[in-house]
């Protein structure tokens, strides 16, 4: 199993940046897809999660300002992030669970393969 993370980047706080996950080796539509976050000094949270059925669940940080979506024809998972502030400024993994359950989808540890992480950095 691969997962491919790409587009982060640094951006200005209030702006906007999209975040893309290529998964491979995986029955992609049946699995649970995650993101993840870890800044500087401090553990690794959970952001967003798409399950199997299509729906979302996010933390309470980022709700309302990003969107998770998946394109199960193409394998991939993208994370919109709007209204980012310094405080979203993190390396971003995304991850998958291909026997994951809804509400285990916040830890961690549900979560078998993980992406290399991309760097988000939001500068005032």
């Known amino acids: 199993v691969q997962l491919q993370a790409s587009g982060g980047g640094l951006v200005t706080a209030g702006g906007s940046l999209g975040l893309s996950c290529a998964a491979s080796g995986l029955t992609f539509r049946a699995s649970l897809m995650g993101w993840f976050r870890q800044a500087p000094g401090k553990e690794r949270e959970f952001v967003a999660a798409s399950t199997r059925s299509g729906g979302t669940l996010y933390s309470d940080s980022v709700k309302g300002r990003f969107t998770i979506s998946r394109n199960n024809a193409k394998n991939t998972v993208s994370l919109q992030m709007n209204s980012l502030k310094q405080e979203d400024t993190a390396v971003y993994y995304c991850?998958?669970?291909?026997?994951?359950?809804?509400?285990?989808?916040?830890?961690?540890?549900?979560?078998?393969?993980w992406g290399q992480g991309t760097l988000v950095t939001v500068s005032s």
């Open positions: 991850a998958a669970a291909p026997r994951g359950i809804q509400s285990a989808a916040r830890w961690s540890g549900t979560y078998e393969y």
